[in-house]
């Protein structure tokens, strides 16, 4: 199959290469997909995608005229394609619902640990010989209360990563998690997690249910210095609203791993251009504030994965037979 891959990053060629062992022809494109990158798919059969391509009407639309068939997603997240649209340009969603789990919740894991105990200000300190301990205190993780929203497949290995350290779960789910309740956690309403956390991490999907399900309403509801942790969507958070909460003391520590308008800033080394995005940079002021640019999946075993998934599910598909746990579809979803 002639397969164009979009957004393609060096390590995106490197790994994509190993999988395919030549069975399709991809072409490395380097543009985000979205309508006035779309005819670089002309002639080709599937389009491989990330996170940030737009996949919304008008560019399934354009696709679909240019023949192709396959939106082959690199990632598990969906939130990025209107499903509606690709049903009715007849065109199939496969993804890679699951690659490592481990990686987000271990960078999950670690933006608490480095926020609690301000590893990020002690690197700097510490390479300019100031050894003070003025303004890096922390505090004991045991004993501390964490509530994990969207108790899934990530949800649960942070859980269970936590419950090492000694905290007490509480959970938020519409569908709760046996392996969770099995650790101990605690399933609670969103309001009873949010009033007893004093770290709240969010795991849960982007979806209209989800969107901005972090804003002024609910952080009042939340502890004073309480640390709101980020590693799902961007969208889950109203960054302006966060912002008011890190002025007024109410969030403690913040750690996002995404941003609702990061797609016009990461996987870009954008270090020489002026960033015009206010929000994003008001963030980068604040000295409880850690963000990483949509790294916790990067990891190698993730990224392999990611693209041996990838690969199967372009070949599965060019056979008639496209794996029905990794195929999504606006039918599935109302199910
Ligand atoms: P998953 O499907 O295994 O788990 C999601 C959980 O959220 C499920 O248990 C589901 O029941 C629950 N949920 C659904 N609607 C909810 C709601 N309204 N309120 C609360 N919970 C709800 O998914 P996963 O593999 O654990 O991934 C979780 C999220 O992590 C993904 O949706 C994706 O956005 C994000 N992610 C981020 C990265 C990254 O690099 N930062 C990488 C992979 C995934």
């Given at each position: 199959m002639k397969v164009a891959v979009f957004s393609t990053k060096s390590y995106d060629r490197q790994f994509l290469e190993a999988a395919n062992d030549n069975k399709h022809e991809l072409i490395f494109l380097e543009p985000r997909l979205n309508l006035s990158t779309c005819i670089l798919a002309h002639e080709c059969s599937a389009v491989c995608v990330f996170v940030n391509d737009e996949l919304n009407r008008p560019t399934i639309t354009q696709l679909a005229n240019e023949g192709v068939q396959l939106i082959a997603l690199r990632c598990?997240?969906?939130?990025?394609?209107?499903l509606q649209a690709a049903k009715d340009c007849n065109m199939s969603v496969l993804r890679v619902p699951a690659y490592s789990p481990y990686a987000v919740a271990e960078h999950t894991v670690g933006m608490m640990l480095t926020l609690n105990r301000k590893m990020h200000r002690a690197y700097n300190r510490v390479r300019e010989g100031n050894f003070s301990l003025e303004g890096l205190l922390g505090f004991d993780l045991h004993g501390r209360t964490v509530g994990i929203v969207g108790t899934g497949k990530i949800g649960e290995i942070v859980a269970k990563i936590l419950k090492g350290f000694g905290t007490k779960l509480l959970g938020y789910d519409v569908m709760p998690n046996p392996e969770c309740k099995e650790i101990g956690m605690q399933y609670v309403s969103l309001q009873e997690l949010f009033a007893a956390s004093d770290i709240i991490s969010l795991h849960c999907p982007l979806m209209p249910e989800t969107y901005h399900i972090i804003n002024d309403d609910t952080l009042q509801q939340m502890k004073d210095g309480v640390m709101l942790i980020n590693t799902?969507?961007?969208?889950l958070?109203?960054?302006?609203?966060?912002v008011a909460a890190l002025k007024s003391g109410k969030i403690g520590y913040l750690g996002l791993d995404v941003y609702e308008q990061e797609a016009d800033l990461f996987f870009e080394d954008?270090?020489?251009i002026v960033i015009q995005d206010d929000v994003f940079q008001r963030l980068l002021t604040?000295?409880?504030v850690l963000i990483t640019g949509h790294q916790a999946f990067f990891t190698a075993e993730a990224v392999q994965t990611i693209a041996e998934t990838t690969i199967r599910n372009i070949t599965e598909f060019?056979?008639?037979?496209?794996a029905p746990q990794n195929t999504v579809s606006i039918d599935r979803l109302r199910r």
């Open positions: 598990a997240g969906f939130n990025n394609v209107d799902s969507r961007g969208a958070i109203d960054a302006p609203a966060v954008l270090s020489t604040f000295p409880n060019e056979a008639g037979q496209p």
